[in-house]
Each structure stands twice: as C-alpha cells, then as structure tokens.
C-alpha cells in the first residue's frame, strides 16, 4: 500500500489521510469512509527505528535501516513539521519528496505518513527523502522484516542441494572445545530453521569454495567430497551478512563459533588509516600534493594506482574481516572537471580519486580525494617592453611617492600575469620581492634614490614549485649626496644626476666599476666642484657645463659640472673607449750564420708575453704584432711607454745592465735620450698602421729599421711593462698595458 501524500494532485482529489489511529479516505470536501486500524497485528521477524531531522532544502537523504540492511519488507515513516517556524504553512503545504535507490528519477511525495510494504521477492527498496520546504522536518521511522516462511531444501541426495528463504543467522556451527586452548571453537557448519532444528551439517575442513551470485542472494559452497550446496538467502543483506558470518568462523575455526545471536549483523564499514605524515594542503579540506620528483616533461613516468594506495594508506582494517590488503581497495581516478576515468597518471594536473572498499558483508568505505600532481614553477609574464633591464622614475611610477618605490610598484609597473599550468592564474600580489642595492645594500624594502638595482621575483604554486626571475632596475631622478656617502655607478647605467651638499673641503665618494673617485667642494666665497680621479692629477671644475672625460674598465664617461649653490653634476656614460683586443706577437729569429729567419708564436696570457732568448749576443729576435682587433675604423700613429723594467732604478738608468746593452750594441745612440726612453719620458716604440691595415710595432732605439722590437740573444732577462694611450677622434683615451716577460 503506497499513500498518497495530502497535497492534492490534478484531476483527483481523493487523499487518504491519517488521524490518531485512523486512516480517512475523503473525496472533495466531504468524508466519505474511515478505516480503523486499532486491533492490527503484523508479525516481524527484526525491526528497527530512527529518527532524523531533515533540515530545509535537504536533497537525496537515504534512511538508515541499521542491521536490517538496505532493503525491507515495512517500512512506516511519520513526518513532524517545524510549525514553530513562521515560515511554516499552513499544513496541506507541507509534503517532503522521496525516490526509490533503484528508480531516482520518479520523485513521490508524502505528508505526514509514509507506509509502505512488501514480501521477501519484492522488498522496499532503500528511498531517499528530499525537503523542499523552507522548514524542518523531523522523521520518525519503523522498519522491520515481516515473518517469513521456514526454510526450504531439495533432496540431500542430489549433486546440488539448494536451500532456500534463508537468513543470515539460519547458519550456525557446533560448539566443540579446542582443549588444548581451553576455548570454544568449531568443527561444522549447520543450517537451522526455525525451530532451531538442525537440518543440515557440513564440516568446515570440506568446504572447498564459497562463490556469491549476488544477483541470486546465493552463496555456493563448493565442498570436497559432498558436491555443492546452495544457499539462497531471502535478499541481498541476508546473503551478505551470512558470507560474513561463514568466512569469519572459517578463519579460525578452532577458536570460533556462530550462534544465531553471534556474531551480530556487520554493519562497520572498514576502516581506512592514511599513513602518517600524509596531510592535506589546507587543514579541513580534501586536496592533497602528491610528491612528484621527476621531470614531467621527460622522464615519461607514470603514476599507477598501487603508487597511490602506497602512497596514501597504512592498513585497512575491518572489525569483522580483520587486516584487509589495501592493495584491495578500488581506485578511480578521474581528471578534475573530466568525465573519463584513468588507468595512471602520466602529467601534471588537479585528479580526483575515490578510493572504495567493502567487507565481506558488504559495508563500504569509500574516501574521495582531490591530489595535486605537479611538477613545473608558475610562469610570470611581463608587461610588453619590460626586459631585463627595466626603468623607474621617482616620482612618476610611484603610488605614493612619500614610500619611495615599494614592491607594489614594481609589480604594477612590471609584471603582467603569474600562470600556473596545474593551480590557473596566481594572483600578481603573491609574487615575493627581493631588492638589492648595485653597491650591495640587501633586503631593501622601499627605494628612496636613484641608482642601479638588482630584483629578484619569486613566485611559488601550490606544489610548492618556486618560479624565480632577476632583473635590473634603474631608478633615475636626482642622487642626494652628502658628505662622507659612497654611491655605487652601477654596470647598467647609463647617466645620473648628482646633487652634492657637503660643506667646503668634504669629500664623497663614487664608485665606478671598482674604480673609487672623489667629488667634493672646495674654495671659499663661490664653492667650486672637484672630481678628483684616484692616482690622478684632481680636476677642479669652476664654469657651468665644463666636462671631462674619463676611461674605466674600457667605457667612457663624461662628468659635467651643471651649476653652484647645490653642486650640481651629471655622470653619463658615453660609450665603449678605444681598445685593442686579440694582441698577439711572433718573433723571427736569426742566427748570426744562418740565411733567413725562422718564425713562431709568443705565447700569452691576457697581456703578458713569454719571450725566450738564446742568450748568444750575435742571435736576433724581432718582435712583431701577429695580429691585433681595433674597436673603432682607422687608426693613427700612437706612442708606447716603457713603463718599468726589471732592474730599473729611479732617477737613471745608467749602470742598469738593459741600458749597459743598448749602448754596447748601438754606441752612437745619444745616451741622454736612452735614459729618457728607459725611464718612460720618451716614447720607447710608436704603434701605427701600414697601407695594407697591418698593425706595426717599431722601437726608437734599434737602426735595424725592421719595423719591430729588436732584441739580442743577451738582451737583459726580466719583465718589461709597456703603457699605450689609444686615442680616438674624439680625443677619448684609453690606457693599455702589456708586459714582455724575458727569459
Ligand atoms: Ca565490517
Ligand atoms: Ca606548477
């Protein structure tokens, strides 16, 4: 019998509603019958009640019928309404929405009772009740297994023996001492009826196989001599627990015995433990790294399953069943947001996994997780035009100028997006960063001068994969400094603009390259600007717009002096200074008897040369340029120092054994001059290119004419540095060195 729920459904109007203990059929408005349901025995074999509370727009609640199992033969639910709500309407409103497990599609309605009835071939299917009311709604539920027949069975003669209308708690064993343990345990299996009437025994050793036909609620025990034996039980629940029951005895017969008490019903799923250590991403949530340490893109690993229920469980364990495989448990693995399930995994990306397990009497556990695999950094993109070099101006790109430049700004001004592959789009605010002064200030929070800067973006996915990026910063505006500050010129600058405000005769410093300068203020009445380059002769600037150039590390720059008052100068970077590179030598050698001369490289290292000599003063060694590269077109005649040598003294060189060796081999050359040439007065060579773009060499001092160095094999042993400006047509000088190291 299904009743209707009291809302009235078109065309008809016929409801039968209950009242105290009546059942009252009306058609329209008027009472037309009643039933009386006082007096009304059924007899059940089980029973059991709930009570639940289905809150306001609950969907899709299954009713637990507890040890009965999922599908019974009766089944009566009340309703209770939570009239104390105003929402509450008035009551031929209120009706809650229910469904069958194996029909959700047909959604029904009830009021305030729900009967429902049925046998052991068509039992009531577990239902699910829904509320779409805006109210709550208390559910009071009796369920219960009417009284069967007795059990069945066909000849025991047969090959099959089938029994039939079977419970769970039909099957039971012997109770025979184990005397060595001192315990109860068992040797048979039997089947009951209802009278407790034993009507059929096996021995536990002949069991040989049980198989479940779930469709049939049949166990088949397959025995070793007494051929097979059939068991239909009177629905699935049934067949289930009494699987268990057998199985449970089975695995220590000696110890264990049924009766048709006990064990109880299993109705305790198993119990999944995770392994220690494995915690969610966030606490509370279902989202879990999974370790990933390979390279996606090219190891072509594969996570399998198994490396999933490694990875996540310790042990599952059963109340009834014990310790079960966790290899066992039933792994789906699906993609997030895809519909098609996977045998492994094989790249980065967020799955779902739902890992299922049942004990024998069929109770499932079922875990459902979202893992992340993933293996690859998020990527930052810039904004167009945003290099590795990059520009700021104070007070332009700031928000607030008052913070100098802050990590917000650069961010704003640099970076466009940050995507991870596995996690989407990350915020821009999450990326970390870093700056560090040029001059080595670390950590610096908000940028306050102009200057050269080096960031370092950082930016992590969820997998805690670290993107990392460096760039270059160049902040430009007006550079305060004060007396006794050092400001660093950094490598990419290309012009700063000073401001020095020091009284007169302090001094700050700046660094250029490594390479240290003072700037200063000095005279009284009108202050003038003083760059005074290390080593160097100071230059005193005294007229606005006046400039200087200086060579560093092979770059030109250009100080201007820009005006009084604040000492204002501006440092700029020009360009690239005149410079040779590549300069390699070779000597010819000539013995004093041989024809010709012979010819092979000098070796070198940067800008020393290792010559080695005969030491027979009638051999002769010319020392030519091999070749050499030039950073600008055309080059003119340039004159090369001798800056030092091995054994020279201050003041003259007269009595050195290289000055004792020019004039022994050319004694008509003016001594005075020698001097001067060997205390690097006078140029000791002149560099200069020939008509067929050939670099020349030619020392002063030899009449060989050769257009080289001329050497002796008894020329002085040592080291012997050579200086050479390289002026361009600018008039910008570069200062070249290099050294002959004689052996
Ligand atoms: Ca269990
Ligand atoms: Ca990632």
């Not at 695995?251 to 198993?270: A, F, G, M, Q, V």
């Not at 520009?391 to 700004?409: A, S, V, Y």
């Not at 060694?621 to 040598?645: A, C, H, K, M, Q």
């Amino acid at each position: 019998m299904i009743i209707q729920p009291n809302k009235l459904l078109a065309p008809t109007s016929r409801i039968v509603r209950f009242y105290n203990c009546s059942a009252i059929c009306t058609e329209g408005p008027n009472i037309i019958g009643k039933l009386n349901l006082s007096g009304v025995q059924i007899q059940y074999e089980s029973q059991f009640t709930t009570r639940m509370v289905l809150n306001p727009d609950a969907t899709d609640q299954p009713i637990y019928y507890g040890f009965i199992g999922e599908d019974v033969t009766f089944l009566l639910l009340k309703f209770t309404y939570d009239e104390t709500n105003p929402a509450c309407q008035i009551e031929e409103e209120q009706y809650v929405e229910y469904y069958f497990k194996d029909n959700p599609t047909e959604i029904k309605y009830a009021g305030k009772l729900l009967l429902l009835t049925g046998n052991s071939t068509h039992r009531i299917p577990q239902i699910f009740l829904s509320n779409p009311s805006p109210t709550k709604v208390i559910v009071e539920g009796l369920v219960a297994n009417l009284a069967q027949s007795d059990i069945s069975y066909s000849d025991l003669d047969d090959e099959i023996v089938t029994i039939t209308n079977l419970y769970s708690n039909n099957i039971t064993s012997d109770k025979a001492w184990n005397y060595t343990d001192l315990v109860s345990g068992s040797t048979q299996l039997q089947i009951v009826n209802v009278d407790d009437v034993v009507q059929l025994y096996l021995n536990y050793s002949e069991i040989d196989a049980i198989e479940r036909k779930e469709e049939d609620f049949e166990l088949v025990i397959s025995t070793k001599i007494d051929g097979v034996i059939v068991l239909r039980f009177l629905s699935a629940f049934e067949m289930y627990q009494g699987h268990s029951r057998i199985i449970w005895v089975l695995e220590d017969s000696p110890h264990r015995y049924l009766t048709k008490e006990l064990p109880n019903s299993d109705l305790i799923p198993p119990v999944i433990t995770l392994n220690s250590g494995v915690e969610p991403l966030y606490p509370g949530t279902n989202i879990y790294l999974y370790p990933v340490t390979r390279d996606p893109v090219t190891s072509g690993f594969t996570i399998t399953p198994d490396d999933i229920l490694n990875y996540f469980i310790d042990t599952v364990i059963d109340n009834r069943d014990g310790e079960i495989d966790k290899l066992d448990v039933a792994l789906t693995i699906r993609e997030v947001n895809h519909l098609e399930t996977l045998t492994g995994i094989t790249s980065d990306g967020n799955y779902d996994i739902i890992m299922s397990i049942a004990d024998i009497a069929n109770n499932q556990s079922i875990a459902d997780y979202v893992i992340i695999i993933d293996g690859v950094p998020p990527v930052i993109t810039f904004k167009a035009g945003i290099g590795d070099i990059f520009e700021m101006n104070i007070p332009d790109d700031l928000k607030d100028p008052t913070q100098g430049i802050t990590p917000d700004d650069i961010i704003l001004k640099t970076v466009d997006s940050v995507y991870d592959a596995v996690d989407g789009t990350i915020p821009n605010s999450d990326i970390d960063i870093l700056i560090n002064s040029y001059s080595g200030v670390t950590g610096i929070t908000n940028v306050y001068e102009p200057g050269q800067y080096e960031i370092t973006y950082s930016v992590s996915d969820r997998a805690s994969n670290i993107a990392s990026y460096d760039k270059t910063m160049i902040v430009s505006g007006l550079t305060i400094l004060n007396s006794g500050d050092t400001y660093t010129f950094g490598s990419f600058m290309v012009a700063g603009n000073f401001q020095y405000t020091g009284e007169s005769g302090t001094t700050a410093t700046i660094d250029i390259s490594g390479e240290t300068f003072l700037v200063g203020a000095v005279g009284t009445g009108i202050t003038y600007f003083i760059w005074d380059i290390s080593g160097s002769t100071e230059h005193t600037f005294t007229t606005i717009d006046e400039s200087i150039t200086i060579t560093v590390n092979n770059t030109v720059y250009t100080i201007t002096f820009n005006g009084w008052g604040s000492l204002l100068f501006t440092i700029e970077k020009i360009e690239a200074a005149p410079t040779f590179s590549d300069l390699t030598f070779y000597q010819a050698y000539k013995e004093d008897s041989a024809s010709g001369y012979t010819t092979s490289d000098i070796p070198n290292t940067g800008y020393s040369y290792s010559i080695t000599l005969d030491d027979d003063s009638s051999s002769l060694y010319n020392i030519i340029i091999n070749d050499v590269s030039y950073n600008r077109t055309g080059f003119t005649n340039t004159p090369v120092y001798l800056e030092s040598f091995s054994g020279k003294t201050t003041g003259t060189t007269s009595g050195t054994s290289l000055y004792d060796y020019y004039v022994d081999r050319y004694p008509t050359f003016n001594t005075t001059t020698l001097d001067n040439i060997l205390l690097g007065n006078i140029a000791f060579g002149e560099l200069f290119e020939n008509e067929n773009d050939k670099f020349i060499f030619n020392d002063l001092i030899s009449d060989d004419n050769l257009y080289s160095v001329v050497m002796a094999g008894n020329y002085p042993k040592g080291d012997y540095n050579f200086k050479v400006d390289l002026i361009d047509d600018n008039g910008y000088i570069n200062t070249l060195t290099f050294i002959f190291i004689i052996n």
